[in-house]
Each structure stands twice: as C-alpha cells, then as structure tokens.
C-alpha cells in the first residue's frame, strides 16, 4: 500500500487538496493501526460471526457475540468518521485513505464492515443532496456510526428493473411522506448495534409517471428525531424477516416493512436516481474492494499453507532433503496458482486506489475528466474484481486439497462471503451492459478515448527501454484488442444492439485485464525507479517486478479469447428458441 501511495500514485506530490498531508510516516502510522485493529479486534470475529449469524427475536435482530463490542471499538477510534467532512465530526481525509483502509477491514471481517460501509453510502447520498437541515440532523450522528444508514432499492418482484418498483410515498400536510411497501435484500437493515438506523428508500411519490423517472428518494429513520436531536416514537418500519445465506452470515439480510412509516424527501421530487447513483458508486467501488480483498485474505493463508504443508517432491530433486516430502510450493502448478492470486490482488488494489484518486479529484478539485473516467471504471472495477476475486478465493481453497473443504480450515468462508460481491449492489452482467450500453459512449465517447490515450501515452513513453518491453508491448496489444472489439460494438451493435449486449460481459473482463495491465506498467516503472535510485526494499521492488511480469506473459493474452469471442456476435449466444433450452 506505501508503495502504491507513495512510488506510484506519488499522492504528496498531487495537487489534489489534501493529499500534500499524506506523507510517508503520517500514511503508515495510519495503515500501521487499522492493521492493529484489524488483527486483533475484526479477525478473530470473522469465523464466529458466519458461525452465529443474526437472529431475529421479536423484531430486533442480534448481531453475532463480540460484533457490538467491536463496533464500538471502532467507533472510539474514529475509524468510521475517517474520510468524512469535519464539519459533521468527520477526520476530513481523502477519500483513498478511507479505501486503503477499507481493504485491511474488509480483509479481516467482511460481513462487519458492512455495517459501517452501507452508513458511509448513506452519509454520502445525504451530504450531497439532502437539506441543510437534514445534514445538521442526521450528518454528526451517522459520521459517528451511532446512527447507521442502509439503502432500500429491492423489492420480491423488482431488482435490477427499478421502474416495476411498487413502495409507494404519499404526501401530507407538515411537508413529510407516508412510505408504505416492502424492502428486501437490506443489508443491516436492522441490528442491535446503533440507537437509530437511518433507512434512505425509494418510493414513487404521486405524479412522477411511469418507470424510473418516477422515483423518489426518502429518509425513514427507525425512531423519529426530535427537533433537538433526541429520539422520539418508533417509525413504522420493521423487519419481517433475515435471510438464510450461503456467506456474510454476521450481517443481517433483512425483509423490511414499511406500514406508512413517516420520511422525508432527498433532493428533488422524482429525482431519486440521481441521488441514489451518488451511493451506488461509491458502493460499487467499496463491491469491488471486496472481491479482491476476500482474494487477499484467502491468498495469504494459500501461501502459508503452501510453504508449511509436505506434500511430494519437487520434480527437479529433493529441496527439503531432510523432511519426509518438499513443501507444497516447490511444485510448478502450486506456483501458478499462487501468482494468479497474487498478480490479480496486487493489480486490483492499484486499479482501486487510482479510482480512489480520481474520485478526489473529482470531489475535491472539481476535475471533470476525472469524473467522467471513474464513472468509465466503475462498472470494471464492480464486475471484473469481483468475478476475479471469488475465482482466485476458490484457486487458493484449492491449494489446500480437500483440507480446503473442511470448514476447521476456514477457507471456504472466504469464497462464500466472496461470491455475494458478484451479485449485490448491480449483479455483474448488469455491469457489463452498463460497461458498453452507456458508459462507452458517455459524453460522445471522450472517456474511454481519453482511457485510451492514457494506455498509448503509457506505452510510448518506454520505446527503447528493454526492461519495460514485457510490459509496453503485451499492453499495446492488449489495448489494440480493446479498441477493435469498441470498434465492432460500434459497426455491427447500431444494425445489430444484440451483437454488442451478447460480447459485454467478454468485454467487461477485457477491459478489466487491460486496466490491470496498465496499473503493472505503471508499478514497473515505478519500482525500477526506486531501484535504480537505490532506495527501497530490493527483495520486495524485485517480486513486484516478477509479478508483474507474470500478469502480462500469463493472464494478458485472455484479451484475445475475450476479442474472439466478442466477434461471433450475437447468432451464436441468441440461436437457440426459448423452448429449445
């Protein structure tokens, strides 16, 4: 992580404001204590919390044994206040710190994180668009996580296609709504853990017309505020029911009720989406964060095991002469599994923190091009690191055998919380049509032709720099790949739209490798300059470079079965009638 900040991202350096404070010593003070945190408060949580899971008993849910001590340890420690405005209790730090460290949490206790993250969401989506006077209400006390916040979007018979929604918003005389409809899939939707929960639910409110363009964005909070702050009367608003899951079992999946609960109004009448994608972003690149920090935590204990666990010998000869069998990792297809995992993670964690830097950017320093490049990468991110990050859960469950399917081992909890990140907050097929049916041709296409003059820029600036050729050239071609399967959505998707819908998901996990292979040939670069000036650790800069290496030999020529997979076009994917299947 120092490396990212600090050799690549060069953050002190930035003219972004506020990051000229993140030096070296102040950035690893903070890792250095959310590693702390982590280890000894979230960890040991984490297999207790998918043992226990929620319960409900007479409307209040209990969380597992150990989570509300913990949040508030968090809590004490500012940890959910760190990257919000310090005009509402916030530390006031960029947006990257709080990824940064979002990861070491999401790492340690997924399911727990939750609680605080959705908050953060909600914090966000209210700071931007609600009222001076519902920031002064809610603001101070979700920064401090002693109200949390959720999102209500889903319903039993709507999902993805938010204009079928049914909760409806009636209107009444003080200036406040009757929310009435049922909420399902909320994650933290009730819980033991907060005085208050501060529910943002859409709703159509009267004369918004049909689909999406009617919808409202309310807060419902579970008790009423009184106008000092205080807590009044219960809202009408329960849960019925927590979901059975295959993973985060220590957050509660809640069915929630709303019997014409009393909320308010955020932004604009028959807005509500626009206020609701200021979450969904930010919660999309919190989705993606998870993939590859499930993928983390899973790698590591994959690599411990590999090198602790006798098993045969290394076909070359014996490398552990004196034992009964050669560690696990001798062997060349232990290897191989081991760099996938580890080249993917260290290639999403700087996709992540570069989106980090280019939403700051975009927040604090008003940057346009910023903002139009991140929304390009959002869907990428979501989508390609999370089905990336369940894939190498699974491959590092795999270096454990069948050890690996025993739950005493705990890895199978990393694959199951995993897989959920492919599936909420937009499932992943919902990204790749969003990937190449908007976000491609947002504002005429200058976004992803900037991306692409980023990546051409890139490989330029090594001509002639031996040490950079497995990096420049696998990304040329890599990006050529790119540009000719945009080029064929744009001939043959306007005569045919399903030649392009049918190749978007090949085209999400195309871009995600190219996206990757940027962010190695910027770490490249970066850790042969630090080499070269002698600074640094040697034995780390060179396994960075090795990684490296790895991605692009290995995993960058996928771009090509993902190119000629997109060029068959639709005949292939939409031949068989319905009935035939």
């Not at 909420?183 to 529910?199: L, V």
């Not at 999403?348 to 346009?368: K, P």
Request: hydrophobic letters at 45%; one cysteine or more; proline letters at 4%.
């Amino acid at each position: 992580m120092q490396f990212l900040l600090h050799e690549v991202l060069k953050v002190p350096a930035s003219d972004v404001p506020g990051y000229g404070d993140l030096d070296p010593s102040f950035t690893s003070a903070v890792l250095e204590e959310a590693g702390k945190v982590a280890s000894e408060v979230l960890a040991p949580l984490n297999a207790v919390g998918d043992r226990e899971g929620c319960v409900l008993e007479n409307g209040v849910v209990r969380t597992p044994k150990g989570f509300k001590d913990a949040f508030e340890a968090m809590k004490a420690g500012g940890w959910t206040a760190l990257d919000c405005d310090p005009d509402y209790g916030g530390q006031g730090l960029p947006y990257l710190m709080g990824t940064a460290v979002g990861e070491v949490f999401v790492a340690a206790n997924m399911a727990f994180n939750m609680y605080q993250g959705l908050t953060h969401g909600a914090y966000s989506a209210i700071r931007t668009h609600g009222s001076d006077a519902q920031k002064a209400m809610y603001l101070p006390k979700m920064v401090a996580c002693d109200w949390t916040g959720t999102m209500n979007l889903t319903e039993p018979h709507c999902g993805t296609d938010l204009g079928l929604m049914r909760t409806r918003a009636e209107p009444q005389k003080d200036g406040s709504y009757r929310i009435t409809g049922q909420k399902i899939f909320i994650s933290a939707g009730e819980h033991d853990m907060a005085e208050n929960i501060i529910h943002l639910v859409l709703a159509k409110a009267p004369g918004g017309g049909e689909g999406t363009k009617g919808i409202s964005l309310f807060i419902v909070p579970k008790f009423l505020v009184n106008e000092d702050g205080s807590l009044g009367a219960r809202n009408a608003v329960s849960c019925g029911k927590i979901e059975e899951k295959m993973g985060i079992h220590g957050n509660a999946t809640c069915v929630m009720n709303y019997d014409g609960a009393t909320g308010w109004l955020v932004g604009d009448l028959h807005k509500g989406m626009r206020a609701m994608f200021t979450m969904m972003n930010e919660a999309r690149l919190g989705v993606g964060l998870q993939g590859y920090a499930q993928a983390e935590v899973a790698y590591q204990n994959a690599l411990a095991y590999a090198k602790d666990r006798l098993q045969g010998r290394a076909v070359t000869g014996a490398e552990n002469p004196k034992g009964p069998a050669d560690p696990l990792i001798v062997h060349p297809d232990i290897r191989r599994n081991l760099m996938e995992q580890k080249s993917f993670v260290e290639g999403a964690r700087a996709l992540t923190f570069w989106a980090a830097s280019l939403i700051d950017a975009s927040v604090r320093s008003g940057d346009e091009a910023a903002e139009g490049l991140v929304s390009l990468m959002i869907p990428v991110i979501k989508g390609f690191q999370t089905d990336k990050g369940f894939e190498m859960a699974v491959q590092a469950q795999q270096v454990y055998g069948g050890h690996g399917y025993i739950e005493e081992s705990g890895m199978s909890q990393f694959a199951r919380d995993a897989r959920i990140a492919m599936i909420y907050e937009g499932a992943n097929g919902v990204q790749a049509l969003d990937l190449v049916g908007r976000k491609l041709a947002q504002d005429g296409g200058k976004h992803v032709m900037a991306f692409f003059e980023m990546v051409k820029a890139e490989v330029k600036a090594h001509d002639g720099d031996e040490r950079m050729k497995p990096f420049a050239d696998a990304l040329k071609v890599a990006s050529k790949q790119m540009q000719a399967a945009g080029m064929y959505f744009m001939q043959a998707g306007m005569k045919t739209p399903n030649a392009a819908l049918a190749g978007s998901y090949d085209f999400m996990h195309l871009m995600g490798h190219v996206c990757l292979g940027l962010m190695w040939t910027r770490m490249a670069k970066a850790a042969l300059g630090t080499l070269d000036e002698g600074r640094g650790d040697k034995a780390f800069l060179e396994a960075k470079l090795a990684t490296g290496r790895f991605y692009m030999a290995r995993q960058l020529p996928l771009c090509g079965a993902h190119l000629a997979r997109i060029e068959t076009g639709a005949d292939p994917v939409m031949a068989l009638p319905a009935e035939a299947f």
